[in-house]
């Protein structure tokens, strides 16, 4: 692998406007060696005598010329071998470096003085901003010594409740002469004990107790219960508590904070590295195409500077391993080394072999499915529209999964297609992270199994008259919903646990919004799930069809019971009311007026889907115009807000007319098709209000068609809306999680 690509791969994706613009000095010697190819062409004579063009200069005698302030000493070899001089300048309050061609009066001279000027500025930019994430790391630095001042004396007190052993030795008193001879020995072996242990002191001193005076407990953790003491301007306990459960939590909270804390060192330390050795390579490719020998001259530039020189990230990372393996993991440092580095998730053969398996799987039940049905002519058979009332709806509850994880998946491949940090983004604990290949192995494997479903229930004739029916056989969807379920709340560490639970906690926290503080992924699930309305009225079919027996029988008695028609609609709405209220609790939280703005937009959007479903109900001309008008005004809305705020398109005074400034994708035409296609597939509900016949495909088909393409808009809205969020991280050079500490100091309060 070329170094430009080695270098890119190995970057920071969020600080990637901070490395050495490798390829654009790339170019510039480009432009110096096809000047040079050019040279050479028009001095090549045809006829006659060949001679170099310096053998026409002005003789310039046989005494080096000096050239002034930049001369070089008399010990020093020639200019011909330093064609450069680097120093350093300071300007603004700042220390910048500039180097100085000395040979500019060479042809072609204008190109390389053009080279190490961008050379200068590159340079100084890198060295800038490590210079400033080495100042971030110090002062955090400080603020963690502070922190495990705090956590020592929390575990002596807790360890300890009485104090030290040797600070309550009780006195001895006696009157008779043995006594005092006793009394006598046991103070010299009292002071030999305290000898002893203030020699252990000195070595280890233990953190002042009184530092717990001014400290209290950061109450970081997001309940329910503290959602609503906040609400009701409760006072809060943040006292220390001394005790066990107290001191698990802390220790696990600083845990996480040294963990987070080394990784940053990590990427600092990989940061100066690359740099160094990406100034050391486009050096050595500016030799080679000048014939110069300046590439030792800059290094030593480099070398010396804050950039090169500068140890304080490597020493404190030592100082970090040092603490970490003694106070967290019991002076263990094999296992306190396995917890500090960064854990890569490996991959897997079996995992690309299973998913192949089971794909090839899913590809021939399809055509079986496709041969019984025509061979059997069970599309003109006298049951079939009773099995799509009734058994088209169970199934297609896996069909929306599969299509959502499979879209899921193509999204993850070009995220990291195009190095979006979509673990980082997300909070994925490093090294659980899944895959495309594990998101397409459990696609895949969830479609084999419905698939294998539906042709079970085939397998019989559809019209249940005949005698080949049987109950049973309708109890299959159900098991297998029952068996999903059980996977998914499995609590053995099998199949991505991680995964699952982040999962599990993420809707949960979806589930009972306002009452968890929002984050991205529970906002970004809750997106997800807008776009699966149809499945959610799936599993409220699922207990319809079976609670009240409908399944023996094989008919479908749900659609005229009012109870059903009601939760129709709150079974619709409950995603959008979930999203909206975790925008109000942003609202009032951040002060953020957007928030509010959004919050009002999927009000307009629960409005306009209750009167849709109200439409296909009752059906009349009033439902109609109604349910239009605020459909139409939901789109339209969403639409905008999807462009502008979501993927930060429409940016008229952008540097890519109606685009962003900055794009992943090279080609722009990406991202017009995509919001084209973005507004075309926002209104696929009107079919829902106009009731289009295509195609003279049955009613249930049409709502699986519809649902499958905003569910496939919000696969393409997936991967637009993490790059905006990539690109806003990067514009920001955030490239690391705040981790809550455990103690607040009272002069950090006042703060």
């Given amino acids: 692998m070329k170094f430009g690509k080695e270098f890119a791969a190995q970057m920071v994706p969020e600080w990637q406007g901070a490395y050495m613009d490798y390829d654009y000095l790339k170019t510039l010697l480009k432009d110096i060696q096809s000047f040079n190819q050019r040279t050479k062409q028009q001095q090549s004579v045809p006829h006659g005598l060949k001679r170099s ?21 008399p010990t020093s070899p020639d200019v011909e071998e330093h064609p450069i001089f680097v120093n350093s300048v300071n300007r ?30 590159e340079f100084n930019k890198v060295d800038k901003f490590y210079k400033s994430k080495v100042a971030e790391v110090m002062q955090e630095a400080e603020t963690l010594n502070k922190q495990m001042d705090a956590f020592i004396a929390f575990r002596i007190k807790v360890e300890n409740p009485q104090g030290w052993p040797w600070q309550d030795r009780p006195s001895v008193h006696g009157d008779s002469d043995d006594d005092k001879k006793d009394t006598a020995k046991q103070d010299i072996e009292s002071q030999n004990i305290e000898k002893l242990v203030a020699n252990k002191l000195k070595e280890h001193r233990p953190a002042p107790l009184h530092i ?21 301007n409760a006072p809060k306990q943040s ?8 001191l698990t939590r802390v220790e696990n909270k600083l845990k996480r ?39 030792k001259s800059y290094m030593n530039m480099v070398d010396g500077s804050y950039l090169g020189s500068s140890e304080e990230a490597t020493k404190l990372m030592e100082r970090v391993e040092a603490t970490f393996i003694k106070h967290f993991a019991n002076s263990n440092r094999s296992k306190g080394m396995n917890i500090l580095r960064p854990k890569a998730r490996k991959q897997r053969h079996t995992t690309t072999f299973y998913t192949g398996f089971f794909a090839g799987c899913g590809f021939a039940l399809i055509v079986a499915l496709i041969l019984i049905i025509r061979a059997r002519h069970i599309l003109g058979h006298d049951g079939t529209d009773q099995y799509m009332e009734t058994m088209f709806p169970l199934y297609s509850l896996f069909g929306f999964i599969v299509l959502h994880t499979v879209l899921y998946a193509i999204n993850v491949y070009f995220w990291r297609r195009y190095r979006v940090n979509y673990a980082f983004i997300f909070g994925f604990k490093q090294g659980t992270e899944l895959g495309y290949r594990e998101v397409l ?27 080949d029916y049987k109950a049973f056989t309708e109890i299959v969807p159900l098991i297998l919903v029952v068996v999903v379920i059980v996977i998914l709340f499995l609590p053995f560490n099998i199949l991505y646990r991680s995964s699952r639970f982040f999962f599990l906690n993420c809707l949960f926290h979806s589930i009972l919004a306002p009452l968890y503080k929002v984050r991205l992924p529970d906002f970004f699930l809750a997106d997800q799930l807008t776009s699966q309305i149809q499945a959610f009225r799936s599993l409220e079919f699922y ?71 109200a439409y296909s109900l009752n059906r009349g001309l009033s439902w109609e115009i109604l349910a239009l008008i605020f459909s139409v005004a939901a789109a339209v809305v969403c639409t905008y807000w999807d462009l502008v705020y979501d993927w930060g398109l429409l940016q008229r005074h952008s540097r890519n007319r109606w ?8 080609r722009k035409s990406v991202y017009f098709g995509a919001m084209v296609l973005n507004v075309l597939l926002r209104f696929a509900w009107l079919q829902t209000v106009f009731n289009f016949k295509l195609f003279d495909l049955h009613r249930q088909n049409m709502i699986t068609i519809v649902a499958s393409l905003e569910i496939i808009r919000r696969g393409m809205w997936n991967f637009f809306r993490l790059e905006n969020e990539h690109l806003n991280n990067a514009e920001n050079y955030r490239a690391f999680k705040s981790v809550p500490l455990p103690f607040n100091y009272e002069e950090d309060e006042d703060e």
């Fill in 441 to 467: 192995l459990v696609s895949f494997g969830l479609a084999v199994m419905a698939l294998a479903s539906v042709l079970s229930n085939l397998d019989m004739e559809m019209d249940p008259k005949t005698m």
């Fill in 212 to 232: 717990l005076d001014r400290v209290k407990m950061n109450n970081t953790l997001a309940t329910p219960g503290s959602t609503i003491k906040v609400f009701l």
């Fill in 543 to 613: 207990i319809c069809y079976y609670g009240w027996g409908d399944f023996r029988h094989r008919k479908n008695s749900c659609n005229s019971n009012d109870v059903f028609n009601t939760f129709s609609y709150i079974v619709a709405v409950i995603p959008f009311w979930s999203r909206m209220l975790q925008c109000l609790r942003r609202f009032f939280e951040e002060k953020d007026t957007l928030q509010g703005y959004n919050a009002g937009k999927y009000f307009i959007t629960i409005v306009a889907l209750c009167l849709r479903t």
């Fill in 257 to 295: 904070a040294f963990v987070e804390f080394y990784r940053k060192l990590l990427l600092l330390k990989s940061y100066s590295f690359l740099n160094t050795l990406a100034f050391s390579k486009i050096m050595k490719k500016y030799d080679k195409i000048s014939s110069r020998d300046a590439s």
């Fill in 659 to 666: 685009l962003r400034d900055k794009l992943l994708i090279q």
């Fill in 92 to 121: 603004n309050g700042s220390e910048k470096y500039e180097t100085t061609f000395l040979m500019q009066g060479d042809e072609g001279g204008e190109y390389e003085l053009v080279y190490f000027r961008r050379l200068d500025d």
């Fill in 53 to 73: 063009l310096s053998m026409y200069r002005a003789f310039s005698g046989l005494l080096v010329h000096r050239h002034g302030q930049h001369s070089i000493d």
């Fill in 239 to 246: 006292d220390l508590k001394f005790n066990r459960e107290n």
